[in-house]
């Protein structure tokens, strides 16, 4: 069965940092680009960040580029995304989601992991 | 990078059809076939219900279709069920390798 397993989410003073996993299974997660999407309290899903299967392509959102690193291990089936310099506007649920083919960064996300709750106090 | 416009809300009676359209623009929606749409329940994973612009997953009903013309997605729902009421979601590819969601529609079966 595939699968999706966020883990790292918490409370975190502003400013304050935390580096979210996704452990994967059930497919061969170093042919898959992966993706994180964020959903803040009352708010519209929103794309974060996405990497190639190799690891070698990122791509961010502007509201968290400079602040956002998305990386993965391939040997360890696991992505993951390291958030600094955090806002209270980066509070939210994070999924992190497969696309439905391989090596393509464009298609739609048909695995989503059940998401992990970060919270941003000030 | 702005989102997707989406109607607010759309309502229908059991059995009625029901369409969300989605705008963007020449550098998403209308550059590339690679729209997607979402159906979201409160506290649970987003589902993926279209790819492709028109493409349905394996178990997903065929009351799903999606469509696009320029730069406007859309979504209809047709025999509107209980089951269907939740909120939805369009989301395209975007010149850069990035992606765009939409506002989100919430649809209510009256």
């Known amino acids: ?122 | 990078q702005s989102a997707l416009t989406q109607p607010a809300s759309v309502s229908g009676s059991p059995g009625q059809s029901i369409t969300i359209s989605c705008t963007g623009t020449s550098s998403d929606v209308g550059a590339y076939d690679y729209v997607s749409w979402y159906q979201k329940h409160p506290g649970k994973a987003p589902k993926l219900m279209i790819y492709d612009v028109s493409n349905r997953p394996s178990g997903v009903s065929n009351r799903f279709s999606g469509s696009k013309s320029g730069n406007t997605a859309s979504l209809t729902i047709s025999g509107l069920q209980a089951e269907d009421e939740a909120d939805y979601y369009c989301s395209s590819f975007r010149i850069g390798s990035t992606r765009v969601f939409g506002t989100g529609t919430k649809v209510t079966v009256l």
């Open chain 1, 1 to 122: 069965e595939v699968q999706l397993l966020e883990s790292g989410g918490g409370l975190v003073q502003r400013g304050g940092s935390l580096r979210l996993s996704c452990a994967a299974s059930g497919f061969t997660f170093s042919s898959y680009a992966m993706i994180w999407v964020r959903q803040a309290p009352g708010k519209g899903l929103e794309w974060v960040s996405t990497i190639s299967g190799s690891g070698d392509n990122t791509y961010y959102a502007d509201s968290v580029k400079g602040r956002f690193i998305i990386s993965r291990d391939n040997f360890k089936n696991t992505l993951y995304l390291q958030m600094n310099s955090l806002r209270a506007e980066d509070t939210a649920v994070y999924y992190c989601a497969k696309p439905r083919q391989t090596w393509g960064t464009h298609y739609g996300m048909d695995v989503w992991g059940q998401g992990t709750t970060v919270t941003v106090s000030s």
